[in-house]
T-cell receptor, first 115, second 118 residues
Framework: DSGVTQTPKHLITATGQRVTLRCSPR?????VYWYQQSLDQGLQFLIQ???????AKGNILERFSAQQFPDLHSELNLSSLELGDSALYFC??????????????FGEGSRLTVL | AQTVTQSQPEMSVQEAETVTLSCTYD???????LFWYKQPPSRQMILVIR??????QNATENRFSVNFQKAAKSFSLKISDSQLGDAAMYFC???????????????FGKGTSLLVTP
């Protein structure tokens, strides 16, 4: 158990809909990273938050957004869903945001299926 | 962005034997970190081993060791005495020591699926 909790574990929805994925980082970790894992693209970095503030952006679509709350949990919002958004979405956390501030610990992921 | 390449989509090893998974990366940086993550069917990403680029000594964690060739930009993972529980997807990842547009996020390869046969 990595200590990173993601909900829901599985989610099935229709095209055009909006979903919210939730992540609780390990106790004490201030940085949260979101990744998307799909068969064709592999693991793609989406976005990072540190202590409530956005710190880095990767290949995140404009239809996607995220935030980190004062209690440090994070939510990834996916809207106007398309078939191609079907993927495993991982949250990962670590202590800091610098180059050598702790390892990245992953949650079990949220499997999103868009029909 | 740095590119991480895993040229072996699938590998197979017999129980108790040794297998080596390959990884190459492309970077112009001199300071960085390399990782191997394991993703079993439970799908959680588990850190197997990490290597700091400034260290010449290859990292070792029990049955897992790496062969880090900085000049060749190669970072292979050797699994000794393979066990059935080693069956998983293995991902090689790169992280810069300097902040980039993607912060200090990990860059992953496409993965190698390891099958362990009895």
């Amino acid at each position: 158990d990595s200590g990173v909790t993601q909900t829901p574990k599985h989610l099935i929805t229709a095209t055009g809909q909006r979903v919210t994925l939730r992540c609780s980082p390990r106790s004490g970790d201030l940085s949260v990273y979101w990744y998307q894992q799909s068969l064709d693209q592999g693991l793609q970095f989406l976005i990072q938050y540190y202590n409530g503030e956005e710190r880095a952006k990767g290949n995140i679509l404009e239809r996607f957004s995220a935030q980190q709350f004062p209690d440090l949990h994070s939510e990834l919002n996916l809207s106007s869903l398309e078939l191609g958004d079907s993927a495993l979405y991982f949250c990962a956390s670590r202590l800091g945001t610098g180059g050598n501030t702790g390892e990245l610990f992953f949650g079990e992921g949220s499997r999103l299926t868009v029909l | 962005a740095q590119t991480v390449t895993q040229s072996q989509p699938e590998m197979s090893v017999q129980e108790a034997e040794t297998v080596t998974l390959s990884c190459t990366y492309d970077t112009s940086e001199s300071d960085y970190y390399l990782f191997w993550y394991k993703q079993p069917p439970s799908r959680q990403m588990i850190l197997v081993i990490r290597q700091e680029a400034y260290k010449q000594q290859n990292a070792t964690e029990n049955r897992f060791s790496v062969n880090f060739q900085k000049a060749a930009k190669s970072f292979s993972l050797k699994i000794s005495d393979s066990q059935l529980g080693d069956a998983a997807m293995y991902f090689c990842a790169y992280r810069s020591a300097q902040k980039s547009n993607s912060g200090y996020a990990l860059n992953f390869g496409k993965g190698t699926s390891l099958l362990v046969t009895p």
